[in-house]
């Protein structure tokens, strides 16, 4: 593995502060279909908790005090389209919700700038309740889809269509839990290659739906019009076919699945982030002291990739960055996205 160097660290520091804040707002992502609130439930040990559980089950009832709690903004686009507007990037939402979701929206992503003329409100709101136990936050996820699940390309009207053909980039998330992703994904992305727009895929967990992975494969991953596909050790597992032992094995499962797809691979560990096409690299993930969370890593992690990706990173380059956006949110007390010039700060610390 690559180690973590300061010539590195000085290189992506160097293009970082030349950027001009005021140029960044000229990029365009658009990002479907997911808005869910997110509803935590900070737990203790697991063991613990599910005995506490029990307990008052078998009493027939009664409280659980003690339990911290938050609600926030979720949703994989929603997130990312957040995380990117924070770094300076203009961002267009466009999902199904109500219209009490649209007010949530216009709370958590609307007055940071998040573009959300394309939200619809003629459907339902989607929740999420994460439970998140012990010290290393591992999270068992409770979830109404609403409208999500139903997300079609046909909902898209043309002003949607107008802002696709207009953006720098396409960003299509979670397909785990449309019902209707593979057919939202192959349109959404031939629409956009056909106006030159660059494509970015984030599946999600596919393990609930492996009966229509060769599906997903064949019409999406494998497709010309997807230039970048994102995903995780896990989804990895279930694309490669390939099961792993080590990080040497999750990349090389990783250059295997590139052999049979299209796309550029960006990957995201634990313990590395590696982009595989004609060639590979690998950065190692931050060593951090604290870590509050773990849900939406995931989603700052695309954020900085796609952000980097806007500008050309050096592939080294790209993949430190989105390290660091993502290590910056899991290591916040407060789930907040960084700015640019937060985020300067917290990588010139490293």
Known sequence: MVKLNEALKTKL???????????????????LPDFFVDHFLIMGE???????????????GGNLPGVSQKIHQGGNAANTALALVKLGVSTRLICKTDEFGLHLLKYFLGKYGVDLSGVKTDGKLAITTAMEFGEKHTNVMIG???????????ILHEKDLDAISNSDMTCLLNWTLNKNGTDLARKTFGFAKENNVKTFFDTGDPSSRKNEISELVKKVLADKNLDILGLNENELLHYSNIKTDSDKDVVNAAVYLKQKINARLDLHTA???????????????????????????????????????????????RLMFANSVAGYYISSSEPVHPTLETIIEFISKL
């Open 46 to 60: 697991f063991e613990i908790s599910l005995n506490r559980i029990k307990d008052i089950h078998l009493q027939r």
């Open 144 to 154: 109404d889809t609403g409208s999500v699940s139903d997300f079609s390309f046909d």
């Open 13 to 31: 520091l160097g293009r970082l502060k030349q950027l001009e804040k005021k140029n960044l707002a000229d990029f365009n992502v658009v990002l």
């Open 271 to 317: 313990n590395f982030a590696c982009t595989v096409d004609k060639k590979y690299t690998v950065i190692p993930t931050l060593k951090l002291s604290k870590i509050y969370r773990s849900t939406g890593a995931g989603d700052a992690w695309n954020a900085g990739d796609i952000f980097a990706e806007l500008l050309d990173f050096d592939d080294d380059e």
